[in-house]
């Protein structure tokens, strides 16, 4: 965690340097620093996902109930040593997520979305035939504040009203058909 002679900070268990997005440094209550991405590993393989052990000092830290570890302190000292702002990475079942927001709000440009995989359940074993019928775990459903960033996009709206005008054409000309056909029919 010291930075050494000509070297960048690294995370003491990965040995990846901190950057600002899956390594942000994040400190623990002992006053350790060290990578989101390590921590969510941590989180998921502790029995008791609330108390996380320091890997250094085994010091304990409590998070709170349904808090994940992404929530912690973010060690900004190291990232102003690093010259670097901090992203708001965010832990979604078994995924990290960091939602690259655009600089200006002026830009209709869509936010880039990043995940990090943090691997299998922890009961499943890779190399292990799985039962056939077995029905493997069912996606992720987004939540609401990734639906409502949807709604927001002007590409989305873009294409929401396109839609309706299609729809819209397609029922007046089937309608027009239908009575068209009713006329001629009833003058023969």
């Not at 987004?142 to 819209?168: D, G, K, Q, T, W």
């Amino acid at each position: 965690m010291a930075e050494q002679q000509g070297r960048e900070p690294e995370c003491p268990v990965c040995w990846n340097p901190f950057n600002n997005t899956f390594h942000t440094p994040k400190v623990l209550d002992c006053c350790h620093s060290f990578c989101v991405e390590c921590l969510a590993h941590l989180s998921l393989v502790t029995p008791t996902r609330r108390r996380l052990l320091c890997p250094l000092c085994r010091h304990p830290t409590v998070l709170a109930s349904g808090q994940p570890v992404t929530d912690l302190p973010t060690d900004t000292a190291l990232l102003t040593l690093l010259r670097l702002e901090p992203h708001h990475v965010i832990l979604e079942g078994r995924q990290l997520c960091l939602k690259d927001q655009p600089k200006s709000r002026y830009f209709l440009r869509q936010p880039r979305v990043y995940t990090l995989d943090l691997g299998p359940e922890p009961g499943s074993q890779a190399g292990h035939a799985q039962a056939v019928g077995r029905s493997t775990r069912p996606a992720s459903i987004p939540s609401h504040y990734s639906l409502r960033e949807c709604f927001r996009n002007p590409h989305f709206r873009i294409l929401a009203y396109m839609m309706a005008v299609v729809l819209c054409g397609t029922v007046l000309f089937i309608f027009s058909i239908f009575c068209t056909r009713r006329f001629f029919w009833g003058l023969g």
